[in-house]
């Protein structure tokens, strides 16, 4: 593949993952794991490293993604502080041990779980009514660090795509507003994403195989162009998010979140082959 054209869609993919992280929380930022991983198999990566590079990249933009989004949503209020720093911890924790996990499953599995917990995600969503003041958030600590740790699991496992796993778990058990759980789960994917990038790169050390310009599994020359457009954009965008009513912010989340499950999973490829 032409290196330019490798160049500008990674800069295009960068300015839709920081304005749907920005807009969406960390949820909306598994749209550059379908670029990313057409990028590296296209360029003869095997599927599993394709995969397991796509998830530790995606992790480290998202990463820097969600510091310019956390703070544009302090400036708006956004984030409730109760519990936050012991689950930014927990949620620290299950990341490391999703990404060490993730080293042992077959990349179709990977694929199919990340396409399940999408598609699981946007029905709890559609279920679910979202709370419209702070008045009845739960206050049980363990419930908060049990689910902080959950979060982290999910996005060591599954790179970006757990992102798509806190949202509804913070409107449907904790009972966040919308607007509140975008803001607090930026903050927190900080510490989930951030230990779910250094394990990964510790676990890709020396490993063969993988892309030019690798840091273990997360590689630079994706992340470096991912992440220019995408911090731009990411401000913006979280700025915006104030400002959308929280009922289309949902109808949002729901269609980027399922049809990006049901790509990753293979499903429009079968519709199209028995067509």
């Known amino acids: 593949m032409d290196l330019l054209f490798y160049v500008v869609l990674l800069l295009i993919g960068g300015c839709f993952a920081g304005f749907m992280a920005g807009l969406l929380g960390i949820g909306g930022g ?7 991983y057409y990028l ?3 360029i003869g990566c095997d599927p599993k490293t394709s995969l397991t590079v796509t998830f530790a990249t995606g992790l480290a933009v998202i990463c820097v993604t969600m510091i310019n989004s956390t703070r544009k949503h302090k400036q708006n209020n956004l984030i409730v502080k109760q519990h936050l720093k012991p689950m930014m911890v927990f949620g620290f924790v299950g990341a490391i041990l999703g990404a060490v996990i993730s080293q042992y ?3 179709e599995v990977l694929k199919i779980l990340f396409g399940v917990i999408c598609i699981v995600s946007t029905v709890f969503l559609v279920l679910i009514k979202s709370p419209t003041s702070l008045d009845n958030i739960k206050t049980d600590a363990g419930l908060f660090y049990s689910i902080a740790f959950a979060c982290g699991l999910a996005s060591g496992l599954i790179g970006p795509a757990g992102g798509a796993f806190i949202i ?10 919308i607007t509140n759980t975008i803001g607090t789960t930026s903050a927190l994917s900080i510490a989930t994403t951030l230990a779910g990038v250094i394990c990964y790169i510790v676990l890709g050390w020396g490993v063969q ?3 030019d310009f690798s840091l273990g599994y997360v590689n630079l020359l994706q992340f470096v162009f991912l992440t220019i457009t995408s911090i731009i954009v990411s401000g913006y965008a979280a700025n915006l998010s104030k400002k959308i009513n929280p009922t289309k912010l949902k109808a949002l989340q729901v269609i980027v979140i399922s049809y990006i499950g049901l790509q990753m999973m293979g499903v429009f490829d079968i519709i199209l082959s028995i067509i």
């Open 30 to 36: 598994i749209v550059i794991t379908p670029i990313q």
């Open 40 to 42: 590296l198999t296209s």
């Open 105 to 107: 499953i077959d990349v």
């Open 168 to 177: 509804p778990i913070f409107v449907a058990y904790l009972r966040y507003p």
């Open 209 to 211: 195989g993988l892309p």
